[in-house]
Nanobody, 125 residues
């Protein structure tokens, strides 16, 4: 079993920054792809960024956050981060971290089988 716990959400004004953290516990070493997802009220869950711990880090970002968000990880701490800069009201959502055993390049959202409880991010204009 793998457990994930997110933290770092909150309320900020547009243009501000937040850093989300996700601690992965349990059989963390079995999880090769870690990702951040978000879901706004009334909208489908969407992928935000992924990072692969096989070899060099692989980071993929959805177009709406590229250049503003940065995913990183600290393998010694089994923690994945999402640094969010230049936040916009449309970034308001519940953010979830999730892990998959497959490499990110082969992984779709349905392959992420462990999820955290989510952390709320609210950006006001």
């Amino acid at each position: 079993q793998v457990q994930l716990a997110e933290s770092g959400g909150g309320s900020v004004q547009a243009g501000g920054s937040l850093k989300l953290s996700c601690v992965v516990s349990g059989f963390a070493s079995s999880q090769n792809c870690k990702g951040w997802f978000r879901q706004a009220p009334g909208k489908a869950r969407e992928g935000v960024a992924t990072i692969d711990n096989r070899g060099l880090s692989f980071a993929g970002y959805t177009d709406s956050v590229r250049g503003r968000f940065t995913i990183s990880q600290d393998n010694a701490r089994n923690t994945v981060y999402l640094q969010m800069n230049s936040l916009k009201p449309e970034d308001t959502a519940t953010y979830y971290c999730a892990t998959a055993s497959t490499p990110c390049v082969l992984t779709t959202m349905t392959d992420f089988n462990y999820w955290g409880q989510g952390t709320q991010v609210t950006v006001s204009s």
